[in-house]
Structure formats: C-alpha cells, structure tokens
C-alpha cells in the first residue's frame, strides 16, 4: 500500500476523452491501514504553506463540497451532505448552530492549523464515529512537538501570506512554538478578508465577500507513558456573505476547549478527551450587495467526552473500546424590529432551550487472519435525546399583512411593493402553528444500532480486493425536528440546501437508517511506477430525511420566480456510485526530475425509491487529470477538471439544471531553505460555468427579480501568489 504522506497531493481525475487513460494509470489514493474503498488520508508537514479554509485540502482528496459562504462550505459524501457526513476536528463533534448551517465543523478551523486529515465514505468503522449515514470526516491540529534538550526554549515559527486575485482575498498566517523535551507550547493564528469574487465573464458574483480570524493556543506536556494536551481556540467572523441564502452572517464569535489525555498500557493504549465550545452567531444583512433588515441570533454549546481504549490482544488481533457522550444546547430568536407590522412586537422565538444528547459505546476487534486476510468487525449503539422548549411568534394578534405573504416584499423587512393592505388583513398562521407546537409533547429519543464488516484479500503482492458491509444510522438535527414556522418569511429562514425554499420541521421524524456495501480492487506494478483502484458502492437509505412539497410562493407573476415550501418527511431512498483513479511515473530522471500523470474519473446516482425522481444537489459525473514535476527546489503542477451537464434535478425544490464545463489550473511552488514561494492561476482559460452544487443565486435575484433563481457562477480566472517563511 502507499505512504500516507503522498496523499496530502489531489485526487486528479481526467476528462471522458481520455478516459482510456485511467484505466492504465492510477492514484496514491489509500493509507497504509485503509479499510474502506474510499478512505484517503493525509499529512499536511508543511501546514503554513496553506491559507484560508480547510476546504481546499479535502477537495484535493475527492471530497465535494456544496456552496455557501467563502469558509463554510458543506462537504459532501457518497451524493449526501450536511449532518449526514460526520466531521470531527480534533476529535470533537461540532454541531452547525444555525437554521442555515452557517457555522458547520470546518468553518472553525484554517488551513494552515491542520496537521493531518482522513476521510472515510460510506462503509467507515464504527470506531470512526457515529450519528452519519455517509461517512467520516477526521480534521487534526493537534500534533505536539518536542525539542530534544531538557530546557524550555525556543523550537520553530512561520509567517505566512497569500493573496487571490478573483476576490482580492488577502490572508496572513503565524505560528509559534517553545518546546523542551517534556513540554510544548504552540500557537497558531490566521486572517483572510476577501472581497465578492468575479464569475468567468468578469460579472461579480454578488455576496460572496467575508472576513474571518482564528487563533489556537495549545500546550502539552509527556514523560514516558504519557500525554496530557489542553488546546483554546477562538473564532471571529465579523461578515460572511452567504448568495445562495436570504440572509447572511453578521457575526460568529466562538470558543472552545479541548483537553486531550493519553497513556500507553501494558498491552495499548488509552485516552480520555472533554471538548467544549461555545458559539454566538448572528444573521442580518451588511452589505449593498443584497439588502434587507431582519436580525437572528443564535447561542449554543457543546459539550463532550470520550474514552477510549485500544488494546493488542496479540500481535495479530487488536480490540477498540470506547464510550461517548454528546450534548448540545441551542437558543434561536430573532429580535423584534420596533415599528415593523411583520416583526414584532414579540421576539420570534425559533428554537427554545433545544436539546440533543447523544450516549454511545462501540466494540470493534480487528484481526490479521493470515498473510492474505485481514478483517475488521465492530457495533456500536446510540441513544439519542431531543427536546425543544415552548415557542412563540412575532405577534399573537390580528396583523396588517401578516406574515402568510411575501409576494410584495422586495427584502426581509422591507414592504415596498405591497397591494392594497386593506385586501390583506389576516391572521398570522404561525399564531396557529405555535399553539400547536407548544401543546405537543416534544421530546423524542431514538435507538440506533451501527454495525460493519470489512474484509481485506491480499490476492499477490500487487493485487488487492477490499468489501465493506455497514449499517448506519443518523437521528434528526434540531431545525429538521423543531422548525415550527409556517409562514413563508419563517420558512424560507430554515435549510441549508441553497435552494431559495422554504423548510417545516416535524418532531415525529424517524432516524435514517443506511446499509452500504462496497467493493474495491487495486492493481499496482511490481516495480511500483504505476497503480489502478477500482471501487464501487451502493446505499439503501431507509427513512431518508427529503422535503415533501406542501405549498408555494411567488413573488412576482412569473413562473421562474415560484418557490416551494416542503415539510421535512421521511422516505426510502437509494444512492450508488463507482471511481476510477489511477496513476502512473511517466519520467524519473536526474536531469528532468519526476513526472506523474494522475487522473480519476467518479460517478453518483440518487433517486427517491417512491418516484424514481432525482436527489437533491447529486454531483454529475466529473473527472480530473493532471501531470506533476518535481524537480529539485521546484515543484509544477498542470491540471485539467471537467464537469458533465447536470440533467437529473430534483422537481420538488426546484432544482436547476447546469451546463458541462472545464477549468485548468497552473501550479508552480519553490523552496529554498526556509524559504517557500507559490505561484497558482486557477480557471486559467478564464471559463464561465455555475457550479452544480452551487444552489441558486439568491443575491443576484433579489438585484434582478426578473431572471428569476439562476445557478450560483464559479470563480472565474485567479492568479494566486504566496510566500511563506518558516524559522
């Protein structure tokens, strides 16, 4: 199998012209100890290098992500995204504090503070984490380093810049450590401001502008059987655009803790972990780019710990142990505006004292059968609770224009427009809504029983075939459960899809329970210039969470402008997809250094089992090639993504369809010393496209109704310099 640290390099995939290409080539593509066909892991040694959000490095490993605002894109796995895709950063389970999932995991951590990183879709080991149907994001910052001298003193630093000429994204990182043999300190900071990047046709694309800090501070301390690591971090986003959402971030102000102990045994290892943050997050609007006038506020925390236990039974068979628990607490209002019809007088109260608590415990035992067999077995189970507090609307009276109608509204809050406000006296549902929300019992619990099987054949020293069985299992957020809103304005405050509709929630949601089978073979030569991977996989979802489509809005009287407005449901759904990667070393020579060629190829498929009806926001096929050079200090890279036409929409949220396209990206980078320079043009042809998992420019429809909801457009050309200087 292949160095982990090769894996910190892209996931290359090339275009259907070359396609007979990938089948004599193929990727570095999994780790030493892979036990699944899409786990890929990396080691970013030289973290500064990178700025700006960790996106970037597990796109490089084939993760898709679905658009939002410049740090806080939603991964997604196997063709599904948002909880379903478990992210642990540092090994802490970070919940998205927000109806829109503005401040999910990744947003709370910069590219340069990653260490390593590991992904596993589909058929992941139940030791890898729990509460996800499609997979396991693992993020790590923590990586303590020692000097070899008993005294406190000085060890290493980095400064580092970047600058991205699509958006006039300025970014600066630093880092700091002081280190004796026994003790470490390390710090880590970074900024980026960045401006609303430009389209291929050198259009703006509205509302992509954002500002974020992070700062890590992490000390440790070891002597020979073990390590106790207490790390704070803090977060400030002072504006996130968001084009694809009504509203945008005019805040997120966060804190967090980790204290992280581990100690060697006779025969393994233990470690115990408490994690803690603390989040204050708030909506609005701040920028001429899309206006409006309506505040949401959001406070949450979350608290855990986890044990855990690996031990070697003998040297062949390793048993995992661990026991879990996950809180989460959340308030979400929005303030009322005094003097506004629409909002107030009251506070909206959206979710109140919420409440998720997850307790679990895992067994997984991992055994080398002979020289050829290996196989991994474990089950894990979860209670889940939830529970959400009364509830009240804007007003609990009669109101001028209530809140049922937005056909008028230009901007949230803003009435310009409106008929005859005579013709429109009414009721506001939500009065209903929240009686009846409030009379209900809310608390639900769910049991969920995760189990896997992984098998791995070792035919020859060059041939590999690896299955995996699961059963996974994801219970309800709180805005899938809790979303009581039944008013357009309110509803369309709910979803994080990108899609410009509008979301109910239903406290009676079942958990979604996945069975996913894989399957992956991997041919390498026998003097290792070339290696092929294979691997398919399908998934059958039982009480898949979808939107059922219970009404619709229009704000003008053209078709393109309609809505939707779904309650969230549970339905049966089935998901597959196959990869193919490959990669071959075209040149090894002294005088011309090393070449790779590198490509891969990845199809998905989603469709609703009632219908045969297209998923939502499902990838098309898409590939990636490229050609690597090292050659001394320097290092090149050319590579070439196409992306095929989206054609299988999904009906219910009003899904567009997106034209095939193609971008190539310039590479160079040079270290001299301490010393390290890159230099990047990204879509070089400067090619015009919108992103099939981009949602709907809601920016741009607010600017121009008229063009009703168009796909959000990609970056155009960018020529991206950085330095970084390491001492």
Same mark, same amino acid.
């Given at each position: ?329 959340? *308030? ?24 998720? *608590? ?69 009721? *506001? ?16 619990? *769910? ?281």
């Amino acid at each position: 199998m292949n160095n982990p640290q090769s894996l910190s390099n892209s996931k290359h995939v090339l275009n259907p012209i070359a396609l007979w290409i990938a089948c004599l080539l193929s990727p570095y593509a999994l780790a030493d100890d892979s036990i699944e066909v899409i786990e890929v892991q990396g080691q970013h040694l030289n973290a500064h290098e990178r700025l700006g959000s960790a996106e970037q490095l597990l796109s490089d490993l084939g993760v898709d992500f679905s658009a939002a605002g410049g740090v806080s894109g939603l991964p997604i796995l196997n063709g599904m995204m948002g909880d379903r895709v478990k992210i642990l950063v540092d090994g802490a389970d970070i919940t998205a504090a927000c109806g829109n999932q503005m401040n999910p995991p990744l947003s709370y951590i910069s590219a340069n503070q990653v260490a390593s990183y590991r992904v596993v879709a589909g058929v992941s080991p139940v030791s890898a984490g729990g509460d996800n149907i499609a997979g396991v994001i693992q993020v790590n910052s923590i990586a303590p380093q020692y000097s070899d001298k008993a005294e406190f003193d000085w060890h290493s630093g980095y400064v580092s810049a970047q600058y991205r000429s699509s958006n006039n994204a300025q970014a600066v990182g630093v880092g700091a450590r002081l280190a004796s043999d026994t003790v470490s300190i390390n710090y880590q900071g970074s900024f980026e401001d960045a401006d609303s990047y430009e389209d291929g046709n050198d259009d703006l694309v509205l509302d992509t502008l954002y500002r974020v800090q992070n700062h890590a501070l992490t000390a440790a301390v070891r002597d020979e059987k073990q390590q106790l690591v207490v790390k704070l971090t803090h977060q400030k986003i002072p504006f996130q655009g968001f084009p694809n959402q009504y509203m945008d971030m005019t805040d997120n102000t966060s804190y967090g803790l980790i204290s992280q102990y581990k100690r060697t045994l006779e025969n393994g290892e233990f470690q115990a972990q408490i994690n803690y943050n603390d989040v204050e997050h708030e909506m609005g609007f701040f920028t001429a780019e899309k206006t409006g006038m309506m505040p949401m506020n959001t406070d949450a925390q979350d608290i855990s710990y986890q044990l855990n236990w690996r031990l070697e039974l003998d040297k062949d068979t390793t048993l995992l142990l661990g026991q879990e628990y996950f809180g989460y607490r959340i *308030d979400d209002w929005w303030p009322a505006i005094e003097g506004s019809m629409m909002m107030g007088p009251n506070d909206y109260v959206n979710i109140n004292d919420g409440e998720r *608590d997850r307790y679990t415990a895992f067994a997984e035992l991992q055994k080398q059968l002979d020289k050829k067999w290996w196989v991994s077995t474990g089950a894990r189970i979860e209670y889940v609770h939830t529970d959400a507090g009364e509830v009240q609307p804007y007003s609990d009276m009669t109101m001028d224009g209530g809140m049922d109608d937005m056909s008028g509204m230009d901007s949230m809050g803003d009435m310009s427009g409106m008929g005859d406000m005579s013709a429109m006296m009414m009721d *506001d549902p939500n009065q209903d809504a929240a009686m009846a929300f409030n009379a209900m019992d809310r608390e639900r619990s *769910d049991t969920l029983v995760d189990a896997s099987l992984l098998v791995r054949y070792q035919i020859t020293n060059e041939d590999e075939l690896e299955f995996g069985l699961a059963r996974k299992n994801r219970a309800p957020n709180l805005y899938e459960r809790y979303s009581w809103g039944v008013s357009t304005m309110s509803t369309s405050m709910i979803g994080w899809f990108g899609d410009g509709n509008g979301y109910i929630g239903d406290p009676d949601l079942a958990a979604e329970t996945a069975h996913t089978v894989s399957a992956s073979y991997t041919k390498s030569a026998t003097d290792g210039t070339w290696q092929v991977t294979a691997n398919t996989w399908y998934t059958q979802v039982n009480d898949y969470i979808d939107g059922a489509v219970v009404d619709s809005t229009n704000r003008t009287d053209m078709p393109l402008t309609q809505r939707n407005t779904l309650k969230f449901t549970n339905l049966d759904a089935t998901l597959y997809g196959g990869k193919l990667e490959s990669i071959v070393r075209v040149v090894d020579s002294k005088k011309a250094g090393t070449w790779d060629l590198t490509a891969a190829i990845t199809a998905t498929h989603g469709e609703r089992d009632d219908s045969d009806e297209p998923l939502y926001q499902i990838m098309p096929l898409h590939s990636k090639i490229a050609i690597d050079q090292q050659l001394g200090k320097w290092q090149n890279s050319l590579s070439w993504e196409w992306v095929d036409s989206k054609t299988r929409v999904d009906p219910r949220r009003l899904e567009n369809s997106t034209q095939s396209y193609s971008v190539l990206n310039l590479q160079t980078k040079a270290t001299w010393d301490k010393l390290t320079v890159q230099l990047a043009v990204t879509n070089l042809l400067d090619e015009y496209y919108q992103q099939p998992l981009g949602g709907v420019s809601i920016a741009e429809f607010k600017a121009d109704m008229s063009q009703g909801f168009s796909q959000l457009a990609g970056q155009g050309r960018s020529v991206n310099i950085g330095m970084s200087y390491s001492f």
